[in-house]
Nanobody, 114 residues
Framework: QVQLVESGGGLVQTGGSLRLSCAAS????????MGWYRQAPGKQRELVAR???????NYADSVKGRFTIDRDNAKNTVYLQMNSLKPDDTAVYYC????????WGQGTQVTVSS
């Protein structure tokens, strides 16, 4: 059973930074891609950033230049470094991994105060 455990969320002021972590219970090379999604109140869940097994990355336009996704294969962990945070970044952030099916973490709250 694949488990994804997220951490690193919290309350931060506008312009601040947070680093989210997602630790997988299996070898992350078993996944075709790993990523982060977010869901704000009253909005649909949206892709924030994704990294493929080969290391290719893509980002939502709203976070390009501010967020960076990377991974530590030895720790089976994927990270999301978030800089220059804005109130619009406030959401629950979910880790997502895909092989022949999708797996989701439990979510971690990120709140950016103005």
């Amino acid at each position: 059973q694949v488990q994804l455990v997220e951490s690193g969320g919290g309350l931060v002021q506008t312009g601040g930074s947070l680093r989210l972590s997602c630790a997988a219970s299996v070898d992350i090379f078993s996944f075709n891609a790993m990523g982060w999604y977010r869901q704000a109140p009253g909005k649909q869940r949206e892709l924030v950033a994704r990294i493929t097994r080969g290391g290719s990355t893509n980002y939502a336009d709203s976070v390009k230049g501010r967020f960076t996704i990377d991974r530590d294969n030895a720790k089976n962990t994927v990270y999301l470094q978030m800089n220059s945070l804005k109130p619009d970044d406030t959401a629950v952030y979910y880790c997502n991994c895909v092989n022949y099916r999708q797996y989701w973490g439990q979510g971690t709250q990120v709140t950016v105060s103005s």
